[in-house]
């Protein structure tokens, strides 16, 4: 089933996907992914031997589509307006909501925050984070309106 058709027809949202279940999300099953190469590592006869892993989550990208649970942990936040924004002349600009938007990039930002703190916790409990150099890095941010 299609949901948005145009570019701006749903902004950055998808808000058509309201019932996803949060387990199932992108970053999620990157995050359990990553537990179970990891836990085959360590049952591996060379599991004593260092390793290397670089978790790479996809999100937080349009479409913002978010669980029941995050849109409600969202729901009343205010964020500082676009800076600049011009969607002028852009068919579906009209449609474009940007606070509602930021407000959707948050809830994914801590959703993608949940999922490092749960590898941790794995980490933790498989006993390898005192022999583990976590980097923490972000490519981008979206601009979510400003200097459109």
């Given at each position: 089933t299609?949901?948005c ?8 949202r ?8 949060e ?9 359990a992914?990553?537990?179970?190469l ?5 049952s ?11 978790l ?9 589509i ?9 729901e ?5 307006p ?27 930002v ?6 490092i ?18 980097v ?8 979510l309106?400003?200097?459109?």
């Open positions: 299609q949901v058709v145009g570019k701006f027809e749903c902004g950055f998808c808000d058509g996907l309201s019932d996803v279940d387990a199932l999300s992108i970053d999620a099953w990157t995050e992914s990553a537990e179970e990891l836990r085959e590592h360590l591996s006869p060379q599991g004593g031997k260092p390793w290397f892993l670089q790479g989550f996809p999100g937080p990208h349009p479409p913002f978010l669980s029941p649970s995050m849109r409600e942990g969202a009343g936040r205010e964020y500082p676009p800076v600049d924004a011009n969607f002028s002349g852009i068919p579906g600009a009209e449609n474009v909501d940007a606070a509602a938007s930021r407000r959707a990039y948050g809830a994914l801590e959703h993608i925050d949940e999922q703190a749960r590898f941790l916790g794995f980490l933790e409990e498989s006993g390898e984070l005192n022999d583990t150099v976590v923490v890095m972000g490519d981008h941010g979206e601009h309106g400003d200097h459109s």
